[in-house]
């Protein structure tokens, strides 16, 4: 993928899941945690991640694993973080939204505003920033470094995604309509 294509296709996937968050907290009252990834031939998928019962670090991997599965060459990650001022004291649910490959990142974030009920009634801008170091960016590195996986993981995370597969929504970006 040539640089500028990737440049657009991350500026695309970053304003889809950004946006897509957005009708989803105003219209439904929830955040899912999700990731999509983008193979270089246009195959995406979108898999909600919040039914997966795995520590934060083997998530992490299989996610990893399901990129590589897909030949993904970008991908869109949305999930809740909770963040703490260190001065106030406070803590706050922030929407942390990135899009990226291994050479190049987009990563905006948004304060969680709660309704009656615990929904989620909006969602507020902090800031969006990108840079070509997503090796150094928590939660941007699915795609940049090298990961290995071992044989009983293999097998542990391909049963995962099999079973995943039904309930994940595939399409092709370059299909017509």
């Known amino acids: 993928m040539e640089y500028n294509e990737s440049r657009e296709l991350l500026s ?5 899941f950004s946006e ?8 439904n009252g929830i955040v899912p945690r999700s990731i999509s990834g983008v193979s270089e031939e246009g195959r995406q998928f979108i898999y909600l991640i ?4 795995l520590h ?8 990893r694993f399901v990129l590589e599965e897909h030949h993904s060459a ?5 999930g809740l973080a909770l963040r703490g001022d260190g001065d106030m004291g406070a803590i706050e649910e922030v929407l942390d939204v990135v899009a990226a490959d291994s050479k190049h990142y987009i990563m905006g974030h948004w304060r ?12 507020q801008h ?9 090796e150094k960016q928590p939660g941007t590195w699915f795609l940049a470094g090298s990961i290995r996986f071992t044989d009983a993981e293999k097998v542990r995370y391909g049963t995962i995604w099999e079973d995943a ?10 299909a017509g309509g």
């Open 126 to 134: 902090l800031g969006t920033t990108e840079g070509d170091d997503p």
């Open 112 to 123: 969680v505003i709660r309704g009656e009920g615990g929904n989620v009634a909006d969602l």
């Open 20 to 27: 897509w968050y957005s009708s989803l907290a105003k219209e």
């Open 74 to 78: 970008a991908y869109a990650y949305g």
């Open 12 to 16: 695309e996937l970053f304003e889809e």
């Open 56 to 63: 934060h670090m083997v998530r992490n991997k299989y996610i």
């Open 50 to 53: 919040d039914e997966l019962e």
């Open 165 to 174: 597969k039904p309930k994940v929504i595939f399409s092709d970006r370059n």
